[in-house]
């Protein structure tokens, strides 16, 4: 059971990192290697657009799992 709440806070720990990046623009981010392709395609405004809703969607999933669990 507790892998589960492991499991969890990663994705909300990941979430919230790509929330925060896209709100202060970080470059460190932006200019990693696993974004930059992102970056390329979309460009920088888009991108940031695109982390941030993976952070949301991010997070709603590990709340959603979160509510699940507590079912069983």
């Not at 709100?23 to 657009?49: E, H, I, Y």
Request: aromatic letters at 20%.
């Amino acid at each position: 059971m507790t892998m589960h709440y492991i499991i969890q806070g990663i994705f909300v720990g990941v979430g919230l990192l790509a929330i925060i990046a896209s709100l202060f623009n970080w470059d460190w981010f932006f200019n990693s290697q696993n974004t930059l392709f992102v970056v390329k395609k979309a460009g920088r405004r888009k991108s940031r657009v695109f982390y941030f809703i993976l952070g949301l969607l991010m997070i709603v999933t590990a709340i959603y799992f979160f509510m699940e669990v507590q079912k069983i």
